[in-house]
């Protein structure tokens, strides 16, 4: 109670009219009127409203039972104090209202704050899962091991050669012999490769057997009892004369001999057989459409090692090429494996004249062969059109000599006029497949007839000319160049399939260059030239054993470069989408990249290149899937900025307030104890 303050029933004492008390203790016992009296029942009441503070008036004017008429004041205060706390002991004097309190601190207005906080912090976790970026797990180890595999090991493909002589001296020829020719072709070929391992060729991962056929028995450094290998007493030297059988037949003869049946399951047929027939004409040297070759002429023994050789290294492993050939990893497939082979017949003015074609009829008897060899390369669709209104983006000079339009080969970087002729027309164009066009131009009666110059002064045989990676164009001049005369309209004509078939033969040329081979049957070694028998389906087999090797091994280091590229971005962004499709095509793309290698190691060309082939596409969908390419740089400092104005600045004064209320709690529980702590010394 503080100094001076005077308690109300004090002031309504004269009136006897109390406004606080026990009403029933003063109706039961009136006050008595005179005021002076301290020795009266209730002159007590006054000395202790008086003394006591307002907290132990309270006490005895709330409780009757403390104190009845009988009980007297000293009585009474003694009765009081004795009920009340140890604690009331200490002195008001030395009671610190600021370092003390008597009564314990509250714990609601913490429960609250900290109720809030963590309510808070339980639907964190909820924040966090609504904003999760969904991601497929990828085997990042599995495309280390196989990027690491592929890049440092060159993919070396077994190879098997046997050299067959016939018609040489028996007695010279014995099984030591046979094993020193081996050991000699070997010698030559390893001159031949080098020492660089070139991925997709054989290097020196291959087998030599050698056997000499004698007129009663074989000699053979190898024991192979495989119909792959050479049959002694099947192929004579009378077979081979040339008067009597083409070269066809020969090639088929010896295909029919050593593939025959089902003879060479065990080796895939990938035997390479060169056979040497010692007779007194001309040396000729052919190499046939299957994986055979033959040298027929007065050949000395030294000789005949070196050509075996030459064959075996320049044509079954390299195909032949030679210096400015396209290399592999131009060649015409797409990402996906798809070629889109496209044929564009152009008139280039139909007020002179419009001619039409029979396209069906060429793609399924003239094309349809080409794509099923090729196969295990690319996966090849057909489409074509008719274009009018097309001419070139130059004008070409007359030449009398000729009687003709002559066009050299510094005009073929303008030839293609590409504001008029709209070749891309194809549904396949946007995507990854590739294109390859084939233009068939027919030109004008402004410049027909219209040929192309060669550097050396020649005009095309020909008559036409390739872009690597985009196509070719074959300038077709129409049988009579002068317009007939009266006519207010074009007539229509139609390509014969007689010119038809010139025409696709020229195009043939076109894509075996495009897929760097020779458009040329012809190779042209240091020991003289090889006769190289075309194929019915444009190529050859050995030639389509090279194109799988080489493809096998780009498709391969494309898919390991691509699935490491994939597996850095991710690793780099991990805001980034990854849904199961992705993951199931990098699974799937490792699953093939491995079934190619281990193909590859048996030998198994086909099937090699068209697991790589898979491999590749795969990995390229992976890649370029729609669900990760819109969000790339979907950063986690993106989220943060969408979402902090909307939950920092409550999240904060949330924070704070727990912090605050927290930090009061224990300065009143401290006043608290310090009080505790004096009044349990001053009792």
Same mark, same amino acid.
């Given at each position: ?494 390509? /014969?399939?007689?010119? !038809?078939?010139?025409?696709?033969? @020229?195009?043939?040329?076109? =894509? $075996?260059?495009?897929?760097?081979? &020779? ?124 979402? /902090?104005?909307?939950? !920092?600045?409550?999240?904060?004064? @949330?924070?704070?307030?727990? =912090? $605050?209320?927290?930090?009061?709690? &224990? ?17």
């Amino acid at each position: 109670m503080k100094p001076g303050y005077v308690h109300p029933w004090h002031q309504n004492f004269e009136n006897k009219k109390p406004r606080f008390g026990n009403r029933r203790l003063w109706e039961s016992n009136p006050r008595p009127h005179d005021s002076d009296s301290l020795n009266t029942d209730w002159g007590w009441g006054r000395v202790c409203l008086g003394v006591a503070t307002g907290s132990e008036m309270a006490e005895i004017l709330e409780n009757p039972e403390t104190v009845t008429p009988e009980t007297s004041p000293s009585e009474a205060m003694e009765t009081f104090f004795s009920e009340q706390p140890k604690e009331n002991a200490l002195k008001d004097s030395e009671f610190d209202p600021k370092k003390m309190r008597r009564s314990k601190p509250g714990v609601k207005r913490l429960l609250l704050s900290l109720s809030v906080l963590f309510s808070f912090l339980l639907g964190l976790p909820f924040l966090l899962k609504s904003v999760e970026i969904y991601r497929s797990p990828l085997p990042f180890d599995d495309i280390d091991s196989i990027s690491k595999v592929v890049e440092s090991e060159p993919i070396i493909f077994p190879c098997k050669f046997q050299a067959v002589f016939l018609g040489y001296d028996p007695k010279t020829h014995n099984l030591g012999h046979a094993q020193k020719l081996s050991s000699l072709i070997a010698d030559h070929m390893g001159q031949l490769v080098g020492d660089d391992q070139v991925c997709g060729t054989c290097g020196s991962n291959y087998t030599i057997s050698v056997t000499v056929q004698l007129k009663e028995n074989c000699v053979s450094n190898q024991n192979v009892h495989t119909g792959c290998f050479w049959q002694c007493g099947l192929v004579k030297e009378s077979d081979f004369d040339l008067s009597l059988r083409s070269d066809e037949f020969v090639d088929e003869y010896l295909d029919s001999v050593l593939v025959g049946g089902e003879k060479c399951a065990d080796y895939g047929g990938k035997v390479y057989t060169v056979v040497v027939v010692n007779r007194d004409e001309e040396v000729r040297a052919v190499v046939g459409k299957h994986r055979h070759g033959w040298i027929v002429g007065k050949v000395s023994e030294a000789d005949a090692l070196k050509k075996i050789a030459e064959v075996f290294v320049k044509v079954f492993i390299n195909g032949g090429k030679q210096e400015g050939s396209i290399h592999g990893e131009f060649m015409p497939v797409g990402a996906d494996g798809r070629i889109v082979l496209s044929f564009s017949l152009l008139n280039a003015d139909p007020r002179d004249w419009i001619y039409d074609w029979d396209f069906q009829r060429v793609d399924e008897t003239l094309l349809a062969p080409i794509i099923k060899a090729l196969e295990p390369i690319a996966n090849i669709s057909v489409e074509s059109q008719i274009l009018y209104h097309t001419p070139k983006s130059f004008s070409s000079g007359w030449d009398d000599e000729r009687s003709s339009y002559v066009f050299s080969t510094k005009d073929l970087p303008f030839f293609v006029n590409s504001n008029e002729w709209h070749l891309d027309t194809s549904i396949a164009a946007g995507g990854r497949s590739k294109v390859l066009h084939t233009v068939i131009y027919i030109p004008s009666a402004k410049e027909c007839p219209l040929l192309l110059q060669l550097p050396t002064g020649e005009i095309s045989k020909t008559n036409g000319f390739i872009s690597p990676m985009w196509g070719g164009v074959i300038v077709w001049n129409p049988t009579s160049c002068s317009r007939t005369s009266g006519s207010k309209h074009p007539v229509r004509h139609t390509i /014969s399939f007689q010119d !038809l078939q010139k025409i696709i033969e @020229v195009f043939m040329g076109q =894509l $075996r260059q495009l897929f760097g081979l &020779k458009s040329e049957n012809v190779y042209d070694g240091v020991l003289g030239r090889v006769n190289l028998l075309a194929s019915e389906r444009g190529f050859t087999e050995w030639e389509l054993d090279v194109l799988s090797r080489q493809h096998t091994c780009f498709n391969l280091l494309s898919c390991v470069t691509t699935l490491s590229s994939l597996s850095k971005l991710v690793q780099s962004l991990p805001r980034m989408i990854i849904m199961d499709e992705i993951g199931k095509q990098v699974e799937f793309s490792l699953q093939a990249a491995n079934l190619a290698q281990s193909n590859a190691s048996l030998g198994i060309y086909e099937t090699s290149a068209v697991s790589s082939r898979e491999a590749r596409s795969l990995a390229e969908d992976a890649f370029f899937h729609p669900s990760i390419m819109s969000v790339s740089y979907y950063s986690f400092e993106h989220c943060f900025a969408v979402y /902090s104005p909307f939950f !920092l600045p409550v999240s904060l004064h @949330v924070l704070l307030a727990a =912090l $605050r209320e927290w930090r009061r709690y &224990k300065q009143e529980r401290m006043k608290y104890l310090a009080w505790k702590g004096k009044a349990n010394v001053a009792s």
